[in-house]
């Protein structure tokens, strides 16, 4: 099982698209500007200078509770 992911989608100035998946899931929930990008497992994958990735796709965006 592959320990990192390629995210596409999502907002441009998110930098990091090879991201660490923690834990394996059908969900990835990354922290960006006061809140989280959640992005969820697709069934493609991208070839990366890490390897062939499992692609995960933004969906949704949710502000930090307070």
Do not use: N
């Not at 907002?11 to 698209?17: A, C, G, K």
């Not at 660490?20 to 200078?49: A, V």
């Amino acid at each position: 099982m592959a320990t990192k992911a390629v995210l596409e989608g999502g907002p441009d100035d998110l930098h990091e698209r090879i991201v660490p998946i923690t834990p394996p899931g059908q969900e990835l929930k990354i922290k960006h500007r006061g809140g989280y990008e959640h992005f969820k497992l697709t069934t493609r994958h991208q070839d990366s200078p890490e390897g062939r990735l499992p692609v995960y796709e933004w969906w949704e965006r949710t502000e930090i509770a307070e």
